[in-house]
């Protein structure tokens, strides 16, 4: 089979240093391990990126966004819309007066009295030495 040019593969990217960035991408891929479309024919990995581009057995949109998350550090994770997740305060969550807790309240002089009214923790013989 003839050699791929680029002028073979101008037509399905347009601008030749994406086409470039893109074949470079896929060779990459191929070298790792990645298995090949087109027959390999004795090719090196750069000649078969460009010969899958070139017969469209890629789409350029596809190579881009594998392009693009290889090189993301940080991946955004879909969070939930908050109209499909019910919101915390949502009226099925509010607490009815029936069930709601009661909270024990002391007054801050009987607080200190309760205090008063603790002994200090007495010294043992194995404190003093």
């Known amino acids: ?7 073979d593969c101008i037509d399905k990217v347009e601008n030749r240093f994406e086409l470039v960035l893109l074949a470079s991408h896929r060779a990459r891929m191929i070298a790792s391990g990645s298995s090949i479309l087109v027959q390999r024919d004795n090719d090196k990995n750069p000649v078969v990126a460009l010969r899958e581009i070139a017969d469209e057995k890629l789409t350029p949109e596809d190579l881009k966004e ?64």
């Open 66 to 129: 594998d392009l693009i998350h290889s090189l993301q550090k940080h991946v955004e994770v879909d969070e939930p819309e908050a109209d499909t997740v019910p919101l915390l305060t949502s009226q099925s969550h509010v607490a009815t007066p029936d069930s709601e807790v009661q909270f024990d309240r002391m007054s801050e002089d009987d607080l200190l009295r309760g205090l008063d009214g603790l002994v200090p923790p007495t010294e043992s013989a194995d404190d003093e030495d």
């Open 1 to 7: 089979m003839a050699r791929v040019t680029v002028e």
